[in-house]
């Protein structure tokens, strides 16, 4: 039985290392993105059923953003990262699960080195998606407010109490990537470690409702990750009244 | 010691077991009590609760996580 923290390096591209994490996620890519391109490309009025498919996938997301973010028109302006992180991390998850994925590899030391892996299952990508989120927000708080009412909620020299509760919102951001990266990070990192001890304990039939766990995880962890952003970002953009 | 080790992630990982549990238990709890007071709310609130118990698990999964790594260390 093989359980590995860190992501396993396959092989080098120019000597850039790419691990089998980084697959699995190019592999996610390749499959979504030609998805979107030809579910628009000649769209229709009656849709076929790959542009169904995604008017449904949109239609739903975006009624969860709006009804956090509140108006139509900010909805609007950060639907598109939101859903692409819902996306990414559904698809990725999911991809995980397939067979094939953890168990084909090559012996490295006499230890299996899978050649794909749930790419959440790595720090490195949970926290580049954390901090992209997190940078995203600030960004649009400062748009949205100018940095000075912004950066007020922060640096307030009002009183002593209002300094140390902008210090502490400052802490708080911080927080928030770690919050972020290590929720998902962790929920899809212990479904694996899961799944591979209970297929090495009994490997018929009980570990089907095990699977089925695993599946709703990787949505639930993808839907908390896109309502979060949602609502941070709806938090950053709205001016706060005393 | 290295048995302490063991003792330690054990501890880890019960003690977020337990405030996790406590958590999880207290919002789904309310949810199905809002729900039979109001039950044309149940979507809204249903949505609500696993947003709750998601995040409320993330408690558990960063005593998890330390616990791992104190595994493989």
């Known amino acids: ?242 | 010691m290295p048995e302490l080790k063991f003792l330690a992630i054990a501890i880890a990982v019960g003690l977020g077991a337990i405030g996790a549990g406590l958590g999880i238990g207290k919002i789904v709890s309310q949810a199905i009590e809002s729900t039979g007071r109001n039950p044309e709310m149940h979507g809204k609130i249903f949505n609500m609760m696993i947003l709750g118990a998601a995040l409320t698990e993330a408690l558990a999964i960063y005593a998890l996580v330390m616990a791992l790594m104190m595994f493989f260390e």
């Open chain 1, 1 to 242: 039985m093989h359980i590995s923290v860190t992501a396993e390096h396959i092989f080098n591209i120019f000597s850039w290392p790419v691990s089998n994490t980084m697959l699995t996620a190019w592999m996610a890519i390749l499959l979504v993105v030609p998805a979107a391109y030809f579910a628009t490309r000649k769209m229709q009025m009656v849709p076929g059923k790959l542009q169904n498919f995604f008017e449904v996938l949109i239609e739903s997301l975006f009624g969860l953003v709006e009804g956090f973010m509140g108006d139509r028109k900010s909805a609007l302006k950060f639907f598109p990262l939101a859903a692409t992180f819902f996306i990414f991390i559904l698809v990725t998850n999911w991809m995980g699960l397939l067979p094939g994925f953890g168990s084909i590899g090559f012996y490295e030391h006499e230890k299996l080195v899978p050649i794909f892996r749930a790419t959440n299952a790595d720090l490195n990508t949970t926290l580049g998606l954390a901090m992209l989120a997190v940078v995203v927000v600030q960004i649009s708080g400062i748009m949205t407010l100018g940095l000075f009412r912004y950066g007020k909620k922060f640096i307030n020299f009002k009183s002593p109490m209002g300094f140390f509760v902008g210090i502490l919102e400052l802490i708080s951001e911080i927080a928030k990537i770690i919050s972020f990266s290590f929720r998902l990070f962790g929920s899809v990192l212990a479904g694996e470690i899961l799944l591979t001890v209970i297929a090495f304990l009994v490997p018929y039939i009980v570990p089907l409702p095990f699977m089925g766990l695993e599946i709703f995880i990787g949505g639930v962890q993808a839907l908390v990750f896109m309502l979060l952003f949602t609502v941070f970002t709806k938090m950053a953009i709205t001016e706060m009244e005393h």
